[in-house]
T-cell receptor, first 115, second 113 residues
Framework: GAVVSQHPSWVICKSGTSVKIECRSLDFQATTMFWYRQFPKQSLMLMATSNEGSKATYEQGVEKDKFLINHASLTLSTLTVTSAHPEDSSFYIC???????????FGPGTRLTVL | GNSVTQMEGPVTLSEEAFLTINCTYTATGYPSLFWYVQYPGEGLQLLLKATKADDKGSNKGFEATYRKETTSFHLEKGSVQVSDSAVYFCALIRGSTLGRLYFGRGTQLTVWP
């Protein structure tokens, strides 16, 4: 399957700062990427779907101005958490989808802690 | 709508015990069904999948059969190992669309030696 990386794997930041998380598809051209958020001991919540070269589609209840998604190429999508607050602390996971299979491939996740 | 319901965890077993994690779904059309596994501190990995009714997905000794009549996709393993300790997620994609995954809440499995 496809290999997906995320950077950084963990980040600690002060409240009010912005944090950028990268999701890279290392060996596959990903037309569609997904961003999920996972709270401790809970399931993954889809935040948004991004298609290369177009605006992301956000799920209901997700603030698009707070969680900026850019899918500039077939191998890179970024999620920027703007003006982060402690309640934004979470595990953020990206996945890619593409080709003829409906399988998704997941990155290892990024642990964000906002102090 | 589309949704996945998994049995509540945590599940604690002794090594070599039999494992069943129940999963049922609600979906329009003909979904594909998946089991993902998440080891501590890691992202999700696909464990197995089934794309149509009566298909059986299998991998690493785990099996699940797509049962359309009961809308179920229960995960089973005949003899668990300590290394199977992880969180297991049941999920579906509706039809063949390259669309979103609908996840269950996840079931924490702990296997003791």
């Amino acid at each position: 399957g496809a290999v997906v990386s995320q950077h950084p794997s963990w980040v600690i930041c002060k409240s009010g700062t912005s944090v950028k998380i990268e999701c890279r598809s290392l060996d596959f051209q990903a037309t569609t990427m997904f961003w999920y958020r996972q709270f401790p001991k809970q399931s993954l919540m889809l935040m948004a779907t991004s298609n290369e070269g177009s605006k992301a589609t956000y799920e209901q209840g997700v603030e698009k101005d707070k969680f900026l998604i850019n899918h500039a190429s077939l191998t890179l999508s970024t999620l920027t958490v703007t003006s982060a607050h402690p309640e934004d602390s979470s595990f953020y996971i990206c996945s890619i989808s593409g080709g003829r299979s409906n399988e998704q491939f997941f990155g290892p996740g990024t642990r964000l802690t906002v102090l | 709508g589309n949704s996945v319901t998994q049995m509540e965890g945590p599940v604690t077993l002794s090594e070599e015990a039999f494992l069943t994690i129940n999963c049922t779904y609600t979906a329009t059309g003909y979904p594909s069904l998946f089991w993902y596994v998440q080891y501590p501190g890691e992202g999700l990995q696909l464990l197995l999948k089934a794309t149509k009714a009566d298909d059986k997905g299998s991998n690493k000794g785990f099996e699940a059969t797509y049962r359309k009549e009961t809308t179920s996709f229960h995960l089973e393993k005949g003899s668990v190992q300590v290394s199977d300790s992880a969180v297991y997620f049941c999920a579906l994609i509706r039809g063949s669309t390259l669309g979103r995954l609908y996840f269950g809440r996840g079931t924490q499995l702990t296997v003791w030696p």
